[in-house]
Structure formats: C-alpha cells, structure tokens
C-alpha cells in the first residue's frame, strides 16, 4: 500500500508537578501522543488556500511499531485526536526510532472525493514530551495518582465553534489566549496552536476537580475574535463551563479529562 508522508503531528505536552515529600520519591513517566488532521493530500492546513482547508472527522489513527499497531484512536469533529501510552509497555526510545509511526489509516476520499482512496498518510517519527506524574512507592499509600488534562479547540466564529452547513469551512483560529479562570483568578493558560487546538495539565492536588466543575470556574478565550476575522467583535471574550468527559487509565495514573462545554461571546 502507498504511503503519503504528512508533515506534521501537533503533540500535545501534560507537564504534572512534583509534590516535595521526600517520602515519595518515584516519578511515573506518561506518554501523550495528540494532533490534528486537515482534510488534504498532505494531513495539513493548506497555507494560502482561497478557503479554509477542513478538518478530517471520524478519521482512524494509530500508532505502528514494526508493523504492530500498539494503539489506535478515532480523530473527532474538529480532526483531533489523543492516544496515551504507558511508557513501561512502549519505552520512549523505541517510539521515537525509525520503527515507529503515526498513520491516518482511513482513506483520504472519506472526507474529499477529490482525494485519492487508496494509501495512507504516515509520520516516519513520533515528536513526544514526557509528561511528569507522581507515583506513590509507599506501600503504605497504595492506589492510581490523578493528572487533569484540559484539551480543545476554538474556530474562528462567534461563538467559537465549527459553523454547521457554511458555505465555506469554518477556519480555526491560531495563536489565541486561552485561560482556566476559577473566582476570577488565572490559574493556569496557554496558547492555540495553528489548528486552533489548546492543552492545560493541572495537578488536583492543588486544583480539585470539584472546584474545577464548579460555577466559579471557566476556560475563557481571552483573545478577541477579530485578531481571526476583522468582521468579528474585537471586544469581550469567549468563556465556557468545563465539563468532565471521562478518564483514561494509564499504568499508574489517572488522567481525568475535561473539555469546554459550549462557548459563550462575554462582555461584548
């Protein structure tokens, strides 16, 4: 079977803090890998495109080591996608050899019938970050250590959601604030990338998830709209509820996921 190469894979990095008791000294190592698919030849945003390339939805990927798939997801509406792994099952050394790949298995045709219907989109090399988790090495204090990843993204809309049935593709919108809010402090922030995608890791020792499911806290989009589209408000921010969506467990840890619910203009 042909192969087309992509150019990039987005990866997202979960950084969990070290607690200073020196009765738990053991750290557990956990390997995210994350990114997005666009809708064309190469897996990519087409740059300077006289429309917005979209997403690739419903598309299967999986992570392949000699062959072998150790691991597989399905990219959602936004053309994203996350597998974990557990770096005692795949040592990073050897994800990060020629060995190992990211491909997007389903045919390009399932989301352009211009697209070709046969072959598969691959990455030769898998660019991963180590995310830092405790590990309780006490026996005395058996039991899975929490980690809370915030993760999504932001089109550039009004209410910063993917427009249904436009007639042209609803584009994303890059390097926008993005901020965790709770009694109107920041606790945490980070930066879109260029498929408007975000990431926030926070330990739940020092934010509860529920403190963190609360009212009193929120995602805001801090940005205004029209740094994306001129024709946009270029006052107020977007602001949503966190909702919980599930965990996933990975050896010793518990990542407990949490996504934006729905969007809302603020201030405008």
Do not use: H, W, Y
Request: proline fraction near 8%.
């Amino acid at each position: 079977m042909a192969s087309l190469k992509c150019v990039a894979i987005f990866v997202m990095v979960a950084l969990a803090l070290q607690l200073a008791d020196a009765q738990l000294p053991g750290l557990q190592n956990l390997i995210n890998i994350s990114g997005s698919v666009s809708c064309s030849l190469n897996g990519s945003v087409i740059v300077n495109a006289t429309t917005p390339t979209p997403p690739f939805p419903n598309a299967l990927i999986d992570v392949s080591c000699g062959g072998n798939v150790i691991s597989s997801a399905m990219t959602n509406g936004s053309g994203m996608f996350g597998i974990t792994l557990n770096p005692l099952q795949f040592p990073l050394s050897n994800l990060l050899s020629p060995n190992c790949i990211v491909r997007v298995v389903t045919p390009l045709s399932n989301c352009s019938t211009t697209l070709p219907s046969t072959g598969s989109l691959k990455c030769v090399a898998i660019f991963v970050m180590v995310a830092l988790a405790l590990q309780l090495a006490d026996a005395q204090l058996p039991g899975l250590q929490n980690l809370i990843n915030i993760s999504g993204s932001v089109s550039c809309s009004l209410n910063g959601s993917v427009i249904v049935n436009a007639t042209t593709p609803t584009p994303p919108f890059p390097n926008a604030l993005i901020d965790v809010s709770c009694g109107g402090n920041v606790i945490s922030s980070a930066i879109t990338n260029g498929s408007g995608m975000f990431g926030i890791t926070l330990n739940p020792l020092q934010f509860p998830l529920s403190n963190l499911l609360s009212p009193n806290c929120s995602v805001r989009v801090v940005t205004p709209l029209s740094n994306c589209n001129a024709a946009l408000p270029s006052t107020g921010f977007l602001q949503a509820p966190l909702q919980f969506i599930g965990i996933i467990v990975r050896g010793l840890l518990n990542v407990l996921n949490l996504v934006p619910s729905s969007f809302q203009l603020i201030g405008n």
